[in-house]
T-cell receptor
């Protein structure tokens, strides 16, 4: 069975802290994605990666960075967390970035105080 | 680039009633269309998808969707709703053009009355 896991379900951080969100997939997928989900806005793409060490900005990359050192792992980094980054963060992976099913992790609900 | 609208923010139906959730897309070529469901506090799970062929697509949990090119729609239906169907539903449009990603609609929250 397909599996995407995220390191934390709930996270509480303080303004200015550096935050790491980890995502691991076991499907050998080339493509991995980080989305942010806010009520009424649906899912907005932050960053995605189409290969190890390769990344591209999505629609809302400001304030975020990513790292993909291994194929199965994709990390989202908030260099200096701010209160407006309080949100649900969803990781996904797929075999093809534009046409194939994306498989999602359970999400991390991040609160920045 | 493609875009997706889901006109209904929140829908309430009684258990056993039929359901239709609307999705309209904008895309110049043949779209790749998906419906996902998100239960409270969970990630998204694929219900069904359409790439080509038969325009009526069957999915999991008794859901189906119909692709209507003339109306740029991909509405999700279920003949009889169960209380466990209460969730948020997202329509998404993919694209085969290089460099384009999925676009998700804003979602429709479904409440089910006993």
């Amino acid at each position: 069975d397909v599996k995407v896991t995220q390191s934390s379900r709930y996270l509480v951080k303080r303004t200015g802290e550096k935050v790491f969100l980890e995502c691991v997939q076991d499907m050998d997928h080339e493509n991995m994605f980080w989305y942010r989900q806010d009520p009424g806005l649906g899912l907005r793409l932050i960053y995605f990666s189409y290969d190890v060490k390769m990344k591209e900005k999505g629609d809302i990359p400001e304030g975020y960075s990513v790292s993909r050192e291994k194929k199965e792992r994709f990390s989202l980094i908030l260099e200096s967390a701010s209160t407006n980054q309080t949100s649900m963060y969803l990781c996904a992976s797929s075999a093809d970035r534009g046409t194939d099913t994306q498989y999602f992790g359970p999400g991390t609900r991040l609160t920045v105080l | 680039a493609q875009s997706v609208t889901q006109p209904d923010i929140h829908i309430t139906v009684s258990e056993g009633a039929s359901l239709e959730l609307r999705c309209n897309y904008s895309y110049g070529a043949t779209p790749y269309l998906f419906w996902y469901v998100q239960s409270p506090g969970q990630g998204l799970q694929l219900l069904l998808k359409y790439f080509s062929g038969d325009t009526l697509v069957q999915g999991i949990k008794g859901f189906e969707a119909e692709f209507k090119r003339s109306q740029s729609s991909f509405n999700l239906r279920k003949p009889s709703v169960h209380w466990s169907d209460a969730a948020e539903y997202f329509c998404a449009v993919g694209a085969e053009n290089y460099g384009q990603n999925f676009v998700f609609g804003p979602g429709t929250r479904l409440s089910v009355l006993p």
